[in-house]
């Protein structure tokens, strides 16, 4: 890092300030009286057209170009004048014709200006000359113009002496503030001088007994007793010190057998909770297991709700045609059956036959649906589902947690025909416990609501959007959905484990992702992508 002396650096910063201020002063100055000067300029030889459009009026009026021209010859004496055109009006073309004009000795005459007279109504000021132009009026009626070009090296001049002006006052104030910067720097380098050598004897020979004697300068005498009050203290400061080394010797030791014992301690400490969170980790396992077993309860309960129907019905017909068939045989024993009897009692055979034919197949049906989703649920083997038929096995699974169908409809869309190849039984768990997640918490104190789930194959991926419309989920929950035990019916049936069971069901034994969005009182989605073969490839 490159350093500079205080000396040096006070005359260079003095003068600096001088710089400055006296070239922003005389540059202000300077631009000021070259202003006044040049409008002033602009003034007289708007001035002069203004006296010499008045004193033509009458030449022009009577056409009398020669006395207009004796008349201009009188501008020789005015230095500043260097050209005046008089033109006149055509009272019946109304075209502009040249009357007279005037040309200072010396200079060649210039060209009209018809074309730019109504533009030089405000004098102009050009590189090197002025110009303006002033209408001639009779009786309020404008019969000519007059145009003058004056010349600009006065304002030049002007300009000149002002800067040579400026310059050598400049010079001589720099001068002088520098003889003055010199004689404040001897003022105030003596005290300075001795105070940088008393800290350089401290600094060589760590002797903090020494000091600073009192400065005529006020700065200096204030910036001494400072430094005195610090070498007071840091001696001080030098001798706790020492004292202080010598009692951190003796906590060393101690401490060194704190540590020893602590350490054991702490050892012990890690030991017994590595167990614990073994244990832990064991009791997880056995917790989602019995998630695992309290769906497929639910499953069978429904499958089981399902079933009875068509069988209770398939019971009655039965009951009700063996009735029909007693009396029917007590009649033929007693010989007294009509023909209109036993015709009435074969169409009620045919149509409770007909009852129990169609109960008994849809019996059958579930329990087909049945058995195939248990062998799904203990298997994790990858085989063709078609969606159609798979999501109609899965409501049928998640009927007993299901609210009323009318207000709590479920809406599934798939493509026509849409097959795939994956574990069915972990996606079929998936679903269940998602549909029961809405059921439970999103539509919890709601009269009605609504879940979406939308199947969408891409590429090798198949994608599930499910969505339901509930209360959704707070936000310091939302952060950890799909840890265990996260739940918010803690003590009211709510383990925590359905939504962790999801995610390790979608991420390890389908191989896939799960991504999870809610917003407080809009409801939740989750978009499940996992890898799938198409059914054509299944061999």
Known sequence: MQTISLKRGLIYIVLLITVVALAIGFSINLFSQVSQYR?????????????????????????????EQRRLATLSNNQFIQHVHIYKI??????????????????APIPAKFAQIERLSEPRLQADYIEVAQAIQLDGQVVGYVYLRASSDELRLFKLRSLAVACTVFVLTLLICALLTLRLRRILSQPLDRIVDIVSQISRNKDYGLRLPESRVNEFNELGNALNIMLERVQHHILRQQKAEREASQLNAELEQQV????????ESNQELLTTLEQLHKYQGQLVESEKMASLGDMVAGVAHEVNTPIGLSVTASTLLQDKLAVMREKFDEKRISTNEF????????????????????AADLVTSFKQ???DQSSEVDRAIDIEQFTRDMLISVKPRRLNAEQFPINIEYAPGLCVVTKPGPLNQILINLVTNSMMHGFDNRDAGQV????????????????????GVPHDIGKKIFDPFVTTKRGSGGSGLG???????????????IHFFSELNHGVEFIVRFPVKSCENQT
């Not at 057209?49 to 056409?63: D, E, G, T």
């Not at 020893?260 to 050892?267: D, H, N, P, S």
């Not at 979406?452 to 209360?471: H, K, S, W």
Request: hydrophobic content about 40%.
């Open 39 to 67: 409008q002033a300029l602009l003034d007289r030889s708007e001035s002069d057209a203004r006296m010499i459009a008045v004193h033509a009026v009458q030449n022009l009026a009577f056409s009398d170009n020669t006395a």
């Open 90 to 107: 055509d009272t019946v073309s109304g075209d502009l014709s040249f009357f007279s004009s005037y040309n200072k000795e010396g200079l």
């Open 260 to 267: 020893t014992q602590r350490t054991k301690a702490l050892r």
């Open 343 to 362: 015709a009435r009692f074969l169409e009620d055979c045919d149509e409770n036959l007909s009852i129990i034919y169609r109960n008994l197949n849809r």
């Open 373 to 375: 989703v248990a062998v």
């Open 452 to 471: 979406d789930i939308l199947f969408e194959r891409r590429e090798d991926e198949l994608e599930i959007t499910y969505r339901d419309d509930g209360r």
């Open 499 to 513: 939504l962790h069971l999801v995610y390790n069901l979608v991420t390890q034994v389908l191989g896939g992702q």
